[in-house]
């Protein structure tokens, strides 16, 4: 690879990574809330707030990711049990795990073998940090499949969890190749294509996918009011990576999709997450609000952390 196309796959990958932080530390402040809470305390949530932790604070969601990267660092791919190590190694309780999760890890720790902890849960735990798979093999959608469903295995084995983070980590896949491209991704083409990809897995997912309304031309209120008639925007994996599309392919910028995802309330971590890691991939870690990455948090395993497992993770 060239100099130039180097830096164009950091700027997909750490775009991908600090947009998915981005939207999950925008989002920590208000996770849980209905929209009408977040619009009356916050109005616009569009500047990092503190919550139940520091401003800039990830939570599970970026925490796994971390997991997820270190292992790709490491092996080139996803290795399960060095994955499942990674996990419990870096889990800290207070970010907020979900109740599952929380006892796989806790489980982990007390020396359980990693094969033995996953659970059937259809909750997006396995969609909200496999975002950055799909930016680490970007262009070889065979491979983002694989890896996503492999690193499901350490803790869901729900088909609806498997088909949600598939979905997740192709949409990633392909924001990479069409933000490369300077093409603008076509809401029934994008829903067509992984919903393709994830039927043979859960066809219920792809249902769910190809109800995404078309978002694109709204405004924010209709945008916001087409994506609350459909979605939940909970935990079950559909109900957070469908809206998170949803947010991504309505904004002409990463901050609006960032900014969409967390207005619609519920499980706002995840979905700005997810949106981040879409609209990250797409419009490059330049296109990422400064003022966003430096409230980001710091510490031994915060922002430069990050920065350095993107750049290895290229080498
Ligand atoms: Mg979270």
């Known amino acids: 690879m060239g100099n130039n196309s180097e830096a164009l796959a950091y700027q997909r990958l750490a775009g991908a990574v600090f947009g998915s932080l981005c939207g999950d530390a925008l989002g920590m402040p208000v996770e849980g809330w209905p929209p009408d809470q977040i619009k009356e305390v916050h109005g616009r949530l569009d500047s990092m707030r503190p919550g139940r932790l520091p401003k800039g604070s990830y939570t599970d969601d970026s925490q796994m990711m971390l997991s997820v990267l270190e292992t790709l660092v490491k092996h080139k791919k996803i290795e399960p049990q060095d994955l499942a190590r990674r996990f419990a190694e870096n889990f800290e309780p207070e970010r907020g795990y979900g109740g599952r999760t929380y006892d796989a890890l806790n489980r ?3 020396g359980a073998d990693w094969r033995s902890i996953s659970s059937d849960s259809w909750a997006n735990g396995a969609a909200m940090r496999v975002g950055v798979v799909g930016a680490f093999f970007a262009g070889h959608f065979d491979e983002i499949k694989k890896a996503a469903l492999a690193q499901c295995r350490v803790t869901h084995t729900h088909p609806l969890a498997q088909a949600g ?6 949409a990633v896949g392909l924001a990479c190749d069409l933000g490369a491209k300077g093409e603008k991704p ?16 859960s ?3 792809a249902d769910r996918l190809l109800a995404l309304p078309d978002t694109q031309g709204l405004t924010e209120e209709e945008c916001q009011d087409a994506l609350w008639a459909e979605y939940e925007m909970n935990l079950r994996t559909m109900e957070a990576v469908c809206p998170a599309l949803g947010a991504f392919l309505w904004a002409d910028s990463f901050k609006d999709a960032v900014v969409m995802a967390v207005s619609l309330g519920g499980d706002t971590d995840t979905i700005g997450a997810m949106a981040g890691a879409m609209a990250g991939a797409y419009h490059g870690l330049d296109a990422i609000p400064k003022a966003w990455l430096d409230d980001l948090e710091q510490g031994p395993k915060g ?3 990050f920065e350095k497992l993107c750049r290895e993770a290229l080498i």
């Open 108 to 110: 982990l720790r007390n």
């Open 165 to 170: 983070a598939c979905a997740q980590a192709l």
């Open 186 to 201: 076509q809401t029934d083409i994008v829903t067509a294509y992984l919903a393709e990809q994830i039927e043979d897995i």
């Open 203 to 205: 066809p219920e997912a």
């Open 303 to 305: 922002f430069a952390y």
